[in-house]
């Protein structure tokens, strides 16, 4: 490592202003930042110094979500063998989800991170971080046989319309990688629901007649109670929480989410309140639907709700986005609790659209600056009264 040191610190003079690739400094700054702490020291003046700075508070949520990109590989293996009937070894299955999720990950990886170059040389700034993590977050979030291509296409729309035209990383409204996947859905639903998107090789006939790919949740909208896979086996509480059932690469596997949670809140770099609230919001909506049941779905185990579809991954990993959730303590709360409440309300009262994570994730990213407006305006008002202050003749 000293070696690449001295050999970064030699070339750099070249990449400076004025200097024979000057043009190209933001460039070289974002791989240098990448593999070295920053040698910028404060001058004057006293400062907070943490060793935490974006770079690495990304990379950890890449860390994080490492345990749902392995499992996500090999069930993407599983499901593809089980559909087929073939019977392979561990490695072989994982080896098969290997070669069809690196790819995805790959495309989402040079797109973005091309446009994110781009703009960066044309407005003279910094390179963004904060697509080490969405690049990271759109492969897990679409099936394994989805076109390269629209994968490309969607990341370059997330980026370019969803966060640059903002003004780039900590400025965009929307969640990125969500974006993505709205435009997917919206653009391509053939490619984005179905019964046969969620098992690799279904639409290339793999399965024999009479297979079905149906995910859980698409089965509860057509008023099924017993929910089984393709060879007609029912599926257990422990297929729910493991994952071994079809869906999005990482979204099916509620353990590997939690482990994932775990590490972020453990560092401190994901809400706990938010998660907490999005699950709690979930359940509470669940309870109120089983009190009615009027149809089948509105039956399903309010608990069950938690383990199927998007929404373990959405509370983790979408719904805690730093800059496009909730920043005050309160609103954290507020913002998460009604998230929860709104997927489960449009997975249930939508039967053409049978997960709601995405739509109230998206919702919510809309309304959690005035979520934060009245919170910190009731704070005011309430320090004003204690203080014996009147919050209207202050105005006058």
Known sequence: MKALRRYIDHIKPHFKKGGKFGKLQSTFEAFETFLFVPDKVTTSGTHIRDAIDMKRAMALVVIALIPALLFGMWNTGYQHFLAAGEAR?????????????????????????????????????????????????????????????????????????????????????????????????????????????????LKKGLAPDGFTGETILAQAAAGKTAFVNGLNELYTTRDMFLGTIPGSIGETSTLAILIGALILVYTGIGSWKIMLSVFTGGLFMGLILNLFAVNPYMELPAWEHLLLGGFAFGAVFMATDPVTASQTEKGKYIYGFLIGVLAILIRVLNPAYPEGVMLAILLMNVFAPLIDHYVVGANIRRRLKRAGFNAQSVKR
């Open 89 to 201: 070894t561990f490695w072989q299955i994982f080896a098969f989800g290997l070669f069809k999720v690196f790819p995805i990950l790959v495309v989402s990886y040079v797109t973005g991170l091309a446009i994110e170059f781009a703009f960066a040389q044309i407005r003279g700034h910094e390179v963004n971080e904060g697509f080490l993590v969405t690049g990271f977050l759109i492969p897990l979030i679409v099936p394994a046989d989805i076109p390269l291509w629209m994968v490309a296409v969607a990341t370059a729309f997330a980026v370019i319309i969803g966060k640059e035209v903002f003004g780039g990383s900590g400025m965009n409204i929307l969640n990125p990688a969500l974006t993505a996947r709205a435009f997917l859905f919206f653009a391509y639903p053939s490619e984005m629901s179905g019964d046969l998107v969620w098992i690799s090789g």
